[in-house]
């Protein structure tokens, strides 16, 4: 177990979906196991959707991480799951404005109501801790318009707000999930830039940006470009079809433990400890013990954080040579270099602003989805007309028939038309309508930002 300077945290995607997800019972039953025996201070766990896998898995740790929590949204669950070994004070729950339409049953991230969820934890040398997790809207892919990946992005910005919410009320930040995302996508950036977050295996790491040449093969992506998902080492990714950045980079960085620092309330108040990540890996990559299926079709990710704590005077006679502005975007905590200006690694955020790129490109995408919403609004709702249309005429017209016996028949074609034309009248105007007022909030509020730029 991590002594009280030092915080290890695992993230890891169960792939628990009952009935479908393959070897779900033997999975989780060897995951268990497997934790039962680790040392891990906070464990957050996503797609765990059966109420009695979690069960499992908090009666296999309960020695060690005896507070737990379970996160219920949408119709059918988050899915989420955090364990800690400090004590729960709070807990929350976000559900995300946009998860995809309700008519995409087969992807289901409407029903489940895809959220950030967090915990408050009470920590001995740091004192409150949010511990967030989540698991992101799926759709949307890697290449094409960034406008496919609009509700992801809107997604980013609550994200990045609970952050520097969670930061300005004085409390350290460690984030974990499956973002959906890869380190170079727009929801990344806003993420990273406007949230003030760490990427903990990017900090640990001399590069976690794939080459631009690929991968030499999947033990170099896995190691040094934390690849967790669509492995060809994964036993149910290893030969299904793969999209050109999986095949390209051997794999998909989806999942991610990211870091902050609060934000001092006093300039002048005592120096706090810094929250820096020492080591970060992927494991849970072989195959469950004495099967030939692996843990799921993720991989886990594990960072381990040490608690940097204040050690000279000269340490503060250099922050207070920092700009204002440095000190309120959380290059430094509480009159103490954070770890965006002290730790390793090239790649970690020196400020909260988002770039006027990222802005600009976020607009641009989000303006386009909001026109593309607006489209299918529209057909929807042509479409809900013309089923009652039908639905109309076809009861009508069936008593006018010299048919008797087709009329049971028209009369149900008739129900089905009108069915199909409620749900198109749902899909067009209510959630059409919702879709493009979560669409104008975001675009206004980015606006927002790039006016205080200009």
């Known amino acids: 177990m991590s002594s009280d300077q030092q915080i290890k945290v695992l993230s890891f995607n169960c792939w628990g979906l009952k009935y479908v997800a393959k070897d779900r ?27 009695a896998d979690f069960q499992a898995i ?14 219920y949204s949408g119709a059918l669950g988050s899915g989420l799951a955090l364990f800690s070994r400090f004590p729960i004070t709070g807990s929350s729950i976000t559900p995300y404005h946009l998860n995809g339409s309700p008519l995409d049953v087969a992807g289901g991230d409407f029903f489940v109501g895809k959220c950030l969820t967090s915990i408050i934890v009470e920590h001995p040398a740091l004192g409150e801790v949010e511990v967030y997790n989540t698991h992101m809207y799926a759709r949307g892919g ?70 631009a040449e690929g991968v030499e093969n999947p033990q170099h992506a896995i190691r040094s470009f934390g690849v967790t998902c669509d492995s060809p080492l994964n036993s149910y990714s290893a030969g299904k079809p793969l999209d050109e950045v999986a095949t390209k980079w051997q794999g998909k960085r ?21 929250l820096i990540c020492t080591h970060s890996e992927v494991v849970l990559t072989g195959r469950v013990p004495g099967r ?12 381990v954080l040490n608690i940097r ?53 976020a607009i641009t ?34 008593a006018w028939q010299p048919r008797s016996a087709l009329n049971p028949l028209l009369v149900l074609v008739g129900v089905v038309l009108g069915w199909g ?34």
Request: with cysteine.
């Open 421 to 454: 034309g409620g749900t198109l009248l749902y899909a067009g105007f209510i959630f059409g309508n919702y879709e493009t007022n979560m669409l104008v909030n975001a675009i206004e509020e980015l606006e927002m930002l790039r006016s205080q730029r200009d």
């Open 254 to 274: 989806l999942d991610y433990v990211f870091i902050r620092d609060p934000i001092p309330r006093n300039t002048n108040s005592d120096p706090s400890p810094t």
């Open 292 to 303: 030939n299926f692996s843990y799921s079709d993720h991989f886990g990710l594990e960072a």
């Open 58 to 71: 908090r009666n296999a740790v309960l020695k060690s991480l005896s507070y737990s929590k379970y996160f």
């Open 142 to 211: 890697e290449t094409g318009h960034e406008s496919m990946r609009s509700h992801r992005i809107v997604g980013a910005l609550q994200v990045a707000k609970c952050f520097r919410a969670s930061a300005r009320q004085g409390r350290y930040i460690i984030a974990a999930g499956d973002f959906n995302s890869t380190p170079t996508s727009l929801t990344l950036d806003i993420i990273r830039d406007h949230g003030g977050a760490t990427d903990t295996f990017a900090s640990s790491h001399d590069s976690s940006l794939f080459p």
């Open 365 to 398: 995408a989000l303006s386009a989805a909001y026109r593309q919403a607006r489209k299918v609004s529209n057909l929807q709702l042509g479409g809900f007309v013309g089923c009652v249309v039908s639905a109309a005429a076809l009861i009508v017209g069936s």
């Open 309 to 361: 704590l204040p050690s000279s005077q000269s340490t503060l006679e250099s922050t207070a040579k920092l700009p204002p502005e440095l000190l309120h975007n959380g290059f430094a905590s509480s009159g103490a270099p954070s770890i965006r200006s002290v730790s390793q690694g090239p790649r970690l955020t020196t400020s909260t602003e988002l770039r006027h790129s990222s802005i600009t490109t």
């Open 25 to 51: 019972i033997e999975r989780i039953r060897a995951l268990a196991d497997f934790l039962s025996t680790s040392d891990y201070d906070i464990i957050a766990l996503q797609e765990l959707w059966v109420q």
